[in-house]
């Protein structure tokens, strides 16, 4: 199991697709180029893979750019025969925060995001309950079930933990049954 | 030979006499009388293109007849009115020099029908628009991102749905006597095929009897349909809406014989109107207010 964490620069993939010196995430023909360029660079990991999807040369990042570059491609990566990508973003500004939302929410998707002042957060649709599980392990994590437990002792925790899993908000080691959080993958690979 | 005498003052509220006139089929020698304008703005610019365009595409000849009045010429000359209008009309009477690229102009008349002319666009308004905004409407710095999204979203609708060509302009005034504060005017026009037919295959059916320029009009406007399968379409002018109210602006979308509003407290536009002559494309106006 290799979950190396791949970082792609959105800002250079930009200047690399769009045939000019326009660097603006702006229109969709440029977010679908852009998005093919990051899945070609992920062809090359394996079965399971983490990426890092980094904005933070981004200045503009308008809709259809959004719903290419973050939606779509998380949710081709959810389709049942895909392989089990993980990916964060990094560089989110406040002024992309409002279309990553947007295209999230229409699409009831949900991504680990990384502020440009370094903050993680998760933006998109997820209930409350599930955040605070998710928190939990951002800041506590790796943790196995049982620690888990002793905070959310609801019975319910064993579905909460299943869901972060299978949105690829979490990822369950198969060997140790830990949990991590992405960042922490990040930070520290397997 | 036809002869329109257009309005002496040629703004969005205006702009109707023009687009009514020059939607009428058949009209083949067209003059533009516009000796007598006084006052145009990005709207009446556009406006007269789009309506010189279409004569033109009906095999018409269409001619203009240029302001007497030397102030309207030099804007019309800032704004790079003649760049796009010596392809469209015959122009009668002297045009100016074009100014220097360093003029009060947020955004020039800027013809759209690629996605790299919004790339262009975009890549001008950064330049330009943030002092604006942030010195004439009071906006924060960091608006003119959001400014730039809702440009983009708006000029990608000519590209995606008019399968026409279209223009795109900005410019800030003193709305003194109207508002008593400054505004921004965003214009965007085509003459594409407009709101229904771009929508027509995809729901005209559920809609029945009813479907028409207007009900299309609703149906993107308020509901966010678009003639895409693709779920994560549509957004677009549902965001662009959502901002402009943040603004406390107004937006209006010509298509055909309909038009919709988003009126703020601020204007007295009806918020849908019917029965208009039939133009074809769309015609999208924006106004910013400072903020009070």
């Known amino acids: ?190 | 030979m036809n002869v329109f005498s257009v309005p002496t003052e040629l703004d969005y509220q205006a702009v109707d006499q023009v687009l009514d006139m020059a939607g009428q089929v058949g009209i083949e020698h067209m003059l533009f009388d516009a000796r007598h304008v006084r006052w145009i703005d990005p709207n009446g610019m556009v406006a007269l293109l789009a309506a010189g365009a279409v004569v033109k595409k009906q095999g018409g000849s269409p001619r203009l007849q240029l302001p007497d009045n030397s102030d309207v010429l030099g804007y019309l000359s800032r704004m790079g009115f003649f760049h796009e209008a010596t392809g469209i009309f015959e122009l009668l009477g002297r045009v100016p020099k074009r100014a220097s690229r360093l003029s009060d102009v947020l955004l020039e008349i800027t013809s759209i029908t690629a996605n790299a002319d919004v790339h262009t666009v975009i890549d001008e308004v950064q330049k330009r628009a943030g002092n604006v905004l942030a010195s004439r409407l009071g906006y924060p710095a960091t608006s003119v991102v959001q400014f730039s999204v809702i440009l983009s979203e708006v000029c990608q609708n000519i590209v995606e749905h008019a399968e026409g060509s279209g223009w795109v302009a900005v410019q800030a005034y003193n709305w003194t006597k109207r508002l008593g504060r400054y505004v921004v005017v965003i214009t965007v026009m085509d003459i594409g095929r407009g709101f229904r037919h771009s929508l027509s295959a995809e729901h005209s059916a559920r809609y029945g009897d009813r479907w028409g320029d207007s009900t299309a009009l609703e149906a993107a406007f308020l509901h966010g349909l678009t003639r895409f399968p693709d779920s994560g379409r549509g957004q677009g002018i549902q965001q662009i809406r959502r901002q402009v109210q943040r603004w406390d602006g107004s937006i209006t979308i010509r298509s055909g014989t309909a038009r919709i509003a988003q009126v703020p407290e601020w204007d007295i536009a009806d918020p849908v109107v019917d029965g208009l002559k039939s133009f074809p494309g769309a015609q999208i106006s924006i106004i910013l207010p400072a903020v009070k």
């Not at chain 1, 190396?4 to 010196?21: Q, R």
Request: proline share 5%; hydrophobic share 45%.
């Open chain 1, 1 to 190: 199991m290799d979950l190396t964490p791949l970082t792609i620069d959105v800002g250079v993939l930009v200047s690399k697709t769009v045939t000019s010196l326009h660097s603006h995430l702006v229109t969709r023909p440029t977010g679908r180029a852009v998005r093919l360029a990051i899945e070609a660079q992920m062809a090359s990991t394996g079965v399971q893979s983490l990426s890092i999807i980094d904005l933070s040369d981004v200045t503009i990042l308008d809709f259809s750019c959004a719903d290419e570059v973050i939606a779509k491609l998380l949710q081709g990566y959810l389709e049942p025969e895909s392989p089990e990508a993980f990916f964060m973003f990094r560089g989110v500004r406040e002024s992309h925060r409002d279309q990553i939302q947007v295209v999230l929410e229409r699409q009831a998707l949900v991504a680990v995001a990384e502020t440009d002042t370094g903050v993680r957060e998760l933006l998109g649709v997820i209930e409350a309950y599930d955040t605070r599980v998710w928190q939990l392990l951002e800041t506590e994590g790796p943790l196995v079930r049982e620690d888990f437990a002793r905070m959310f002792p609801e019975p319910i925790l064993d579905d909460v933990l299943d869901r972060l899993r299978k949105r690829r908000i979490v990822f369950q080691n198969p060997i140790s049954g830990r949990y991590h959080a992405l960042s922490q993958l990040v930070d520290d690979p397997l």
